[in-house]
């Protein structure tokens, strides 16, 4: 079983900057890959940006250039970094860990005002 816990979120202006923390219980060095989802108001769930044990990162076209995800195995604590932000990032924001299962947090709300 793998906990995560999601903090970060808030209320931003447009052209603001957050940054999303994912605490896992166990150490993150042998999980998979770990990835940030969202999901808007009536809208399904989409992948942000993933990365994987190897530090390879994936992210959606949608926010390349403007997102970078990173990992702290000391701290077992995966970060999305959130600048340029745009009305259309609003969304809840979902931790995800591919560890022989599929695993995910609570979620934190993003809101981007314009």
């Known amino acids: 079983q793998v906990q995560l816990v999601e903090s970060g979120g808030g209320l931003v202006q447009a052209g603001g900057s957050l940054r999303l923390s994912c605490a896992a219980s166990?150490?993150?060095?042998?999980?998979?890959?770990m990835g940030w989802y969202r999901q808007a108001p009536g809208k399904q769930r989409e992948l942000v940006a993933t990365i994987n044990s190897r530090g390879n990162t994936n992210y959606a076209d949608s926010v390349k250039g403007r997102f970078t995800i990173s990992r702290d195995n000391a701290k077992n604590t995966v970060y999305l970094q959130m600048d340029s932000l745009k009305p259309e990032d609003t969304a809840d924001y979902y931790c995800?860990?591919?560890?022989?299962?599929?695993?995910w947090g609570q979620g934190t709300q993003v809101t981007v005002s314009s």
């Open positions: 995800r860990a591919r560890f022989l299962l599929i695993f």
């Open positions: 166990v150490s993150i060095s042998s999980i998979n890959e």
